[in-house]
Each structure stands twice: as C-alpha cells, then as structure tokens.
C-alpha cells in the first residue's frame, strides 16, 4: 500500500510553571509533573476518558523506578487507560524528539493523535551509592548460607555507603555543560556584554509576555504557582554586568555567570498533535503546522564545541527544504547559556566554520535578532531539561497564530555534543 504523508497539526500546548531547582517543587516528582501536565491536556481538550493513539515523554534526570514514567503518568492523567505510552531521552532535545517521533508517526498514518511532552526535576534527584556497594548487596542478597552471607558482609567498607550525586557532567571530559560552553564563548571572543544583552532581552520580553497575557493559556496553576518563578522582570545590563564568573572562577577570564546562564530548574511540559482531519472533527483550532526536524552531532571530545550541533542540525533542515536562514518569520534558539547563542549566530556568520563545518560554500548569514525568542527564552523562563522542547514547540505554534501564520525555526543545543532542531509553519 502507498502511504502519502500527511501534515501534522500542533493544536496547542501545557506547562507547569518552571521553577529554580530545590524550592517549590521540592518533594515533587517527576511523575507527579508529568501527569499534571497530562491532566491538564486532557482538561483543556476535552480529553477524558479519550483514547489517543500515543503519547511519548521523557526525563533526563529519573529514578530506575521510572522505568514506565510516561505509561505511568497516562494512567493517572484521565486519558482512557487503553492509551500507549513510552519513554525518550535525548537530553535536553527529548521534548522536541518526542514530537518528532510522534509527528512521524501521524504523518505516515500509524495514529491520528498523540501528545508528546518532557520533564525533569533536579530536586527529586536519585542519590545512590557505588557501584560496588550494589555488586556486594546482590551477593550478600544471593548467598546460600549464613557463612556466605557473613563473608559478602565482610567485603563491606565505610566508603561503599558514600552518596554519589548526579551532575551535569561530561563523563568522556570531566567537564560541566557551563566549562565547555566558557570554552566555546573563548574560542569565538564572545564577551560578557554581548551575553548579558541576550540574557537581558530574554527577561525583558518574557516580561513583556506575561503582561500581554501571552502564557495564560499555556501554564496552567501548579502547587500554588501561576507563572515562571525564574523570571526577573527588574534586571538590567548594569546589574547582569556585576555578576561573577559561574565556571571559569580562577583564570580572570570566565564570562559565564548565574545572571546570563539558565538555572537548575523544574518542571514539565506537553503539547498535542494530531491530523487535522482529528482536529476539525473535535472542533479544535490547527495552530500551526510541524514539518520537518533533524538531529546531528559533533567531536567535543575531538575539541568541538560541545554545543555546536544545532548549526549542523539547522544546516540540514535547510538543505533538505530548499531554504535560506533568512526564510523565517520567528528563530527560537534555546539558551542553554547566552554564550551558546551567540556562538551559534557568529557560526553561521563564518565563511570558514560554514566551510568547514557545515560543507557549505559560504556562510548562512545573520539573522533579525528581533524575531528570536520574542517571548522571551530559556534563559528567562527556566529549562528543566526533557521540557524545553515542547514549550517551545506549544509557544512558537501560538506565536505563529497571533501572527496570521510564517514560520518559524527551533534549535536546541544538548548534552553529549547533540542538537535537534525543527520547522514550524502557519500558512
């Protein structure tokens, strides 16, 4: 049989409120998050008892006993229990690959509907010990005899019940995401300035947002919060400018600082797909169109930057559809760390990266920084890490309505030196 492809509709998004880790959703898990996010999904489209054709989500940072997170979170979200779910993880890509993966699957007519979302928390962290405490707990659990079992509970040692604390390392390095990221902004002479202004018109235009009333719909009253508790609607240049070195603290050389890198943050996000077809039928508006997504990767272990494969990503999304960077109405470039972005605008500005990088005869060009997260980004709202996507995906959809349609580009750095970036359109 001959499938054509169909194209798939972003019908709308939810979120809880994203917040700095280890304080108001301390004690909140990552199910918990989830499944309020589902809830609300369910609520606003008049889901109940609905069976949709999957739902994909995912953690970066889970416990082993989420091993079934997102089927779990299905059976507590008022969606029918007949409806599928599974787990993703692609680091802080995971929501939008969520989406990809789903949006495939409607397009080649597998599902008519589905929601794909992502959350993390940093403050339900599973702490657990050595490897070989584990190693000697399963042979003392499988000895046979009382002499076996006193000779594994002999192997123990007081460093074997030393806690070890996930972090936001680098295993083939050592290296945070914020010291690889001070090594990109060094080998690009990026400034601090030019990273406080990214930092600073992140904060001034989701400011700006939530006066207009632009995220009323989108995040939903969440453990006695109704709005982003990372956003600093007072901050200037002046006060940014005063911050200290956040990674890079002994050179006199570091310019990443807590003002213009994002936070440890919690919280969820989810947003729902369909044919549209589906959606005329329940008498949902089509915000906006997915159309195409790609991922890549780079050498940081090689010396690459390790947040550089959203150049490569975008690269291919604008071979693969005849397009010029200059061909969108709207950029959401997810801001990691201000120097991040900055270094992503001047890649696409070199000739020589462009050549060598990206195979391209000459540079992509500048962009209208003016059209790049104009309700502000990552930086000002919060990251926690598996749901940047999705609100991304949810709010650029919305911008593109209120805008009478264009289209709009996403890029979205992460772990592991990767990058998923992706097409949104309202025609």
Partial sequence: MV?????VAILGGQRTPFVKSFSKYA?????ELLTAVLSSLVNKFGLKNEKIGDVAAGAVIKHSSDWNLTRESVLGSGLHPDTPGYNVQRACGTSLETTNQLALKIAS????????????TNSDVPVVYPREMGWKLLEFRSAKS?????????????GDVKPIFPGVIEPRTGLSMGDHCELMVKEWNISQVEQDQIAYQSHRKAAVAYEEGFYKDLVFDFKGLSRDALLRPDTTL????KLRPAFDTHSGKGTLTAGNSTALTDGASGVLLSTDEWANKKGIEVLAHFIDCAEAAVDFVGGEGLLMAPTKAVSTLLARNNLKLQDF???EIHEAFA????????????DKYCREKL??????????????????????????FAATGTRIVAGLAKILKQNGGGRGLISICTAGGMGVAAIVERK
């Fill in 3 to 7: 499938r054509t492809f169909r194209p």
């Fill in 146 to 158: 009382p002499l076996e079992k006193i000779k594994a509970l002999s192997s123990f040692h007081f």
């Fill in 329 to 331: 109405d709207f950029y």
């Fill in 238 to 241: 002046e006060k940014l400018s």
């Fill in 339 to 350: 120097g991040q972005v900055v270094c992503t605008l001047k890649a696409w500005e070199s």
């Fill in 359 to 384: 195979g391209r005869d000459k540079a992509l060009g500048s962009i209208d920084q003016s059209k790049m997260n104009v309700k502000g980004g990552s930086v000002a709202l919060g990251h926690p």
């Fill in 27 to 31: 004690r909140t898990t990552n199910q």
């Fill in 109 to 120: 007519g597998q599902i008519e509907c589905a929601i794909a979302g992502g959350t993390d």
